[in-house]
């Protein structure tokens, strides 16, 4: 190998690194920018009551361009994904390199096949990260429906001031939905703690310095609720349930799509490129003109 030869490979390996490094960093930007967008769309309808996003039309617009960002990031990992190949950027960039390689190819990929095994894994990624945030959710929708079913069936009664009121709304396909969340001073303390909150599952009136009648969470006394009136149920862990189940399904049969579309891309690469021997074979001799063959003796 001479130093011309030397010094391109390591311009290549430099320029692979570089793309390699792009591909990942936009990939996880992509997945970032979902969480965000996921978090505050179900903020903005309402559908969770413990996030810091407000409930209404603003939130849901800064839903819907975080998704927009997330599209964005997601074009540029296939993008340089394409570039790492050195295929034309492009939906059909992987249809043209194989039809390139193989005139079989051609017809398989060329019409068929409009992305490129890397783009399928970064798709199944995504999608199997919309998955597993979906399990957080359900995890955290069914935490929340078991600790308001144990406050009702065990919490201690007790008597408390109001100090604080904070009325909430949402408006929806489902319709508008109300809760509220109650600052308040229990008249005795429930294992040390004298302050509480109290969850409400609709909007109240009361007004500062009211007594009220609550049940206290005996094993979390800042967390309370009027009797009779849970706050959170198992509505939205079904739902949440259903779209991880679709996500992870869908992105672990992408992911493994994606593998095996590589491994026929590389058969058809070798069988396409001429004068390579079978694995664990040897290159034929070359015979001079006029040499007689070894085997004619």
């Keep these: 190998m001479n ?15 570089r793309f390699i490094g792009w591909i990942v960093i936009t990939a996880l930007a992509c997945l970032v920018a979902l969480g965000v967008a996921v978090n505050a769309l179900l903020a ?20 819907v361009v975080f998704f927009l960002i997330a599209a964005l990031f997601a074009a540029a990992a296939v993008h340089c994904e394409h570039r790492l190949r050195g295929a034309p ?4 960039s992987s249809g043209l ?7 079989a190819g051609s017809r398989r990929f060329g019409r068929r096949r409009r992305n490129s095994p890397t783009s399928l894994l970064i798709a199944g990624i995504v999608i199997l990260g919309l998955g597993i945030g979906a399990i957080a ?18 919490g201690i009664q007790d008597s408390a001031t109001v100090d604080n009121v904070s009325n909430y709304s949402s408006s929806g396909r489902g319709g508008t939905t109300y809760w509220a969340s109650i600052a308040a001073t229990l008249g005795r303390p429930v294992d040390g703690q004298w302050t509480t909150v109290v969850n409400i ?60 579309m590589r491994a026929r891309l590389r058969a058809l690469r070798m069988e396409a490129t001429p004068g390579v021997p079978a694995e664990g074979g040897a290159h034929p001799a070359r015979l001079e003109p006029g040499e007689p063959d070894a085997a004619s003796g």
């Design 44 to 63: 903005g309808i309402g559908a969770i009551h413990d996030s810091s996003e407000p409930v209404g039309a603003k939130t849901i617009v800064i839903a």
């Design 3 to 17: 130093g011309n030869d030397w010094m391109d490979r390591r311009l290549e390996g430099r320029r692979n690194g």
């Design 201 to 260: 599952p609709n909007n109240v009136n009361y007004h500062t310095g009211q007594a009220i009648s609550i049940l206290v969470d005996p094993a979390d006394p800042g967390y309370s609720e009027l009797p009779g009136q849970r706050y959170a149920t198992d509505s939205t862990t079904a739902g949440a349930a259903i779209g991880s189940l679709v996500g992870l399904v869908i992105g672990v049969a992408t992911i493994i799509n994606s593998f095996r």
């Design 137 to 154: 959710l359900a995890i955290g929708a069914h935490a929340a429906a078991s600790k308001s079913s144990y406050t009702q069936s065990n």
């Design 89 to 92: 950027p492009g939906r059909f």
């Design 97 to 103: 390199s194989a039809s390139q390689a193989s005139p």
